[in-house]
């Protein structure tokens, strides 16, 4: 019998510091996200990050925080129920990093019968630090709990035609009503190093604003979360018929310890305010539903920053979240996998 899991980050289980610590010890300790040694990942994990970082993060979440719950996790079991109603496979919900793990979810589904799983990172882009720590944790589930259970894992599905048609018409209709000078596509960030440990053809050297290998399709280009970001953006770009000089791309939320993707978000706010742009739009499309890091970083303080530099007004374009046609997209592609078991590209 067939299955669907469904995977995102994961959130504390409150808004509080002692329930923050746990989370973030869980998410920094992985070896996907911070690559070091596991003796000096320790040291500045546990010694120095989660000294202060948990008040800090604590008070972030305090302000995005919903009568619900957190954000990520009510949008995401929204979707994942309206996906449910679409298809007559079990489908569940799992994050990688929290209580809701992914080992339950497979329980879950293992429980009604299911012994092939689709599952599906809900990330569009590949990353070290997001599909493949989700890929990794779930075959050391299934093959410690579950070993007769087939696990088929969606590829990333940043060009498939469906998504980029329903993230495009979601950002025409963010714009309604609001007249912009320019669009900031920001993504994730991530350390320069997991662009080159993902590379199999290490051809990634100087990783700079126009380099062949992340600006155009090569071998590396399917573990190249920088090419794929730039590609995301060109793509919506031409389906909305948007100029080159409107829109541009930048990476957030980085850590201070070593160089990441560049150019950085918050810069990108400063430069553009006083290049004249005054009246900015910014999606976020390496989350397909809204958290801390859309929420507060980009919706509060990107604001906050863009107007402190020079702006005039600020908008905020909400990811998919539970969006209809994007829970239509998700439902055809699983359904598709039911019955022919072809994924989407």
């Known amino acids: 019998m067939k299955g669907v899991l469904l995977v995102n980050l994961g959130s504390p289980n409150s808004p509080i510091a002692e329930d923050v610590k746990p989370y973030l010890d869980e998410f920094l300790m992985d070896e996907r996200v911070m690559d070091v040694p596991r003796w000096l990942r320790k040291i500045l994990v546990r010694k120095l990050i989660l000294r202060k970082r948990p008040e800090k993060s604590a008070e972030a979440y305090k302000k995005i925080w919903w009568k619900e719950g957190s954000p990520l996790i009510v949008i995401s079991e929204r979707f994942a129920e309206k996906v449910k109603k679409k298809t007559k496979m079990p489908v569940t919900l799992g994050m990688r990093y929290g209580a809701m793990s992914i080992k339950n979810a497979l329980q879950?589904?293992?429980?009604?019968?299911?012994?092939?799983?689709?599952?599906?990172?809900?990330?569009?882009?590949?990353?070290?630090?997001?599909?493949?720590?989700?890929?990794?944790?779930?075959?050391?589930?299934?093959?410690?709990?579950f070993p007769k259970m087939k696990l088929t894992t969606l590829p990333a599905f940043y060009k498939n035609k469906g998504y980029i048609k329903v993230l495009s018409e979601s950002i025409k209709k963010g714009l309604e009503g609001f007249e912009c000078d320019h669009i900031l596509f920001s993504y994730h960030g991530l350390p320069e190093r997991h662009i080159r440990k993902a590379d199999p053809t290490k051809s990634h050297k100087k990783l700079e604003e126009g380099v062949v290998c992340c600006t155009s399709y090569s071998v590396s280009s399917k573990t190249c979360y920088r090419h794929q970001a730039y590609a995301t953006t060109d793509l919506v770009q031409e389906y909305l018929g948007l100029k080159a000089d409107k829109v541009s791309s930048s990476f957030q939320s980085r850590l201070a310890f070593d160089p990441w993707l560049k150019p950085y978000t918050d810069f990108e706010f400063e430069r553009l305010a006083k290049e004249g742009k005054k009246r900015l739009a910014v999606i976020t499309p390496a989350f397909v539903a809204d958290c801390l890091e859309t929420l507060e970083e980009i919706a509060m303080e990107g604001k906050i920053q863009f107007i402190e530099a020079g702006g005039t007004s600020y908008k905020h374009i909400p990811c998919l979240n539970d969006n209809d046609d994007w829970v239509a997209v998700m439902a055809d592609w699983v359904n598709e996998w039911q019955a022919n078991e072809i994924l989407p590209a």
């Open 108 to 145: 879950e589904l293992h429980d009604k019968g299911v012994d092939d799983v689709l599952m599906v990172p809900l990330y569009p882009h590949f990353a070290m630090s997001s599909t493949e720590t989700v890929e990794v944790k779930a075959e050391e589930e299934r093959k410690k709990h």
